[in-house]
């Protein structure tokens, strides 16, 4: 008689996790991450590419419209993309004094417009990489 209430009592409590089963919306969750998974990847190749193409816009502008050598051009802006990722999370007036750097010696060298495309592209690459760092953080 007693195995027969613990058998009955075991059924319904089977009978309970299966209904709290099918009432769990783990299904709906994981299509819910799994969607966020994929915007914060578009989000992510997004901010890169308009990045990338507007480095790409850098360096021509600086080749047809200055008259300029792609090889100065393509070292002196990946420098000042480089630059950006290693003082990226610095205070803001170490990012202003690298910045007047660049453009001294612009002045001094005689590369005033490279330089001044220099600034520029470099603090892009600090917004894209706080831009970067939030979409990942989410």
């Known amino acids: 008689m007693e195995n027969e209430k613990s058998t009955a009592r075991d059924n319904d409590l089977e009978i309970v996790e299966i209904a709290e089963f099918k009432r769990d919306n783990t299904h709906r969750k994981i299509a819910k991450h799994e969607e966020r998974q994929r915007q914060k990847r578009r989000r992510f190749y997004g901010i890169l590419s308009v ?63 490279l330089m001044a495309v220099g600034a520029i592209v470099y603090l892009a690459a600090v917004l894209v990489l706080y831009g970067l760092r939030s979409v990942l953080s989410e």
């Open 51 to 113: 990045f990338a193409l507007g480095l790409f816009v850098a360096i021509l502008s600086c080749v047809f419209a200055f008259q300029m050598p792609v090889v100065v051009v393509c070292i002196v802006l990946v420098l000042e993309v480089m630059i950006a990722a290693c003082l990226y999370d610095a205070r803001i007036w170490v990012q202003a004094a690298a910045i007047i750097i660049g453009i001294t010696a612009g002045v001094i060298f005689g590369w005033l417009s």
